[in-house]
């Protein structure tokens, strides 16, 4: 079975693949105009992120039998089509979830703490205690909107910091893990919020205007889900009307972005998408591609 490899894998996960009997090419920065001509012969491909796997693609890879995504989502893949003509559409949807909590507790911290703007100002060799009075984390109340994997984890972690957690996630049914509360209340409870759910049609731009209004002024907000779920004009303004007193971006609309006008403000910090990247992550995510396409291998006989 031919595998085309076309973004940075583990290469422990390669060997292992190689090894199990697999033909492995890996042609990891190849580009999306490259790709619908290459692909042909392939019965399997290996992707994360950057390559998309849309209908025109699935059309030109005649052969393909199989497509892994090393990450969660499956919004990169138009895996409906994929599946209507017989391919296999998997991922490894619990190899990232430590490290994505990880880095919105870190937000958390660092939104409470301005540990930032705090340290651009120590760089820029001044002293300002008083301007960088804080804010705890215990006691206050998280909202946690998408209570999967992540949302879980990240809700673990911040009881074990003592703040109250409050969850929306219409698709689940009542748990006595969390208290799950409609949109609204949470909106108008929570004094940090925090995404975790997919994007979707449902979900495209779900936090706008009529959401920031709902929330407490001075609330905090971390998107480590995906750019499109907030409205980031309608933050803009949440944020230089008050509203919201920071936010952590790892995500956006567009990605990459260079020069956003979010952060032209102090109150923004951010991230290039780094949620899942940890030596960690991605070891277990190399490990998961392999294990699915080698299980998927054996069964084809
Ligand atoms: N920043 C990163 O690098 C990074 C890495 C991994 C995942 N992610 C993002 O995080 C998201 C969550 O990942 P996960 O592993 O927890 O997924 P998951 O599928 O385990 O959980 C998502 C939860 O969202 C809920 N949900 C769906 N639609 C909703 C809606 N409209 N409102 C509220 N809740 C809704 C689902 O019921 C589910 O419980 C992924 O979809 C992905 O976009 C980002």
Redesign the pocket.
Known sequence: MKILVCDPTETTAIERMRKAGLEVDVKDDITAEDLPNVIPPYDGMVVRSRTKVRAPLIDAAKNLKVIVRG???L?TIDADYARSKGITVMNT??A??A??AE?TIGYLFALARSIYPVTASMKAGKWEKKKFEGDELGGKTLGV????????EVARRARALDMQVIA?????PATQDVELVS?DELLSHADYITL?????A??HN?IGAAQFAKMKTGVRLVN???GCIVDEDALYDALISGKVAGAAL??FAEEPCQGHRLFTLDQVIGSP?????TKEAQGRVGAEVADKLIEFYKKMG
């Open positions: 990450g969660v989502g919004d949807p619990l990232s979830s490290s994505v880095l909107i998408g209570y999967g994997n992540i949302g879980k929306y996630d219409p698709c689940i949109l975790h759910l997919p994007h979707n449902e979900s779900m480590c889900a995906r790892d995500v998408h780094i949620g899942a990247a």
